[in-house]
């Protein structure tokens, strides 16, 4: 079965930067890859996408600043974050959407928390 699996969460201090890991497996089967957060008290918030052809889209909260990247050889997604801000605080999660008729994005990591701190 297809997983995914996200770390490099941590403290980080305000205008600092970090980056993301996502290692997923059966990634011939997945059409679309996404990075989503949730802030304390928010709702959950697509922050990236990425398609299988690589084009990528960006929340307008985060467009600028992070940046998401692939290496397909190792089956790997990257977040990028640069310039972070108290307001990026969050639990990360990396996201996939299967093969599947509804392309819907049903395959999802544990998270991994990023805090920063000023």
Not at 26 to 34: K, N
Not at 39 to 60: C, H, I, N, W
Not at 75 to 101: G, H, I
């Amino acid at each position: 079965q297809v997983q995914v699996v996200e770390s490099g969460g941590g403290l980080v201090q305000a205008g600092g930067s970090l980056t993301l890991s996502c290692a997923a497996s059966g990634m011939f089967s997945i059409v679309r890859m996404e990075w989503h957060r949730q802030a304390p008290g928010k709702q959950r918030e697509l922050v990236a996408a990425m398609t299988f052809g690589g084009s990528t889209d960006y929340a307008d909260s985060v467009k600028g600043r992070f940046t998401f990247s692939r290496d397909s050889a190792k089956n790997t997604v990257y977040l990028q974050m640069n310039s972070l801000k108290l307001e990026d605080t969050a639990v990360y999660y990396c996201a996939a959407a299967r093969r599947t008729p509804s392309r819907a994005t049903d395959l999802w990591g544990r998270g991994t928390q990023v805090t920063v701190f000023s």
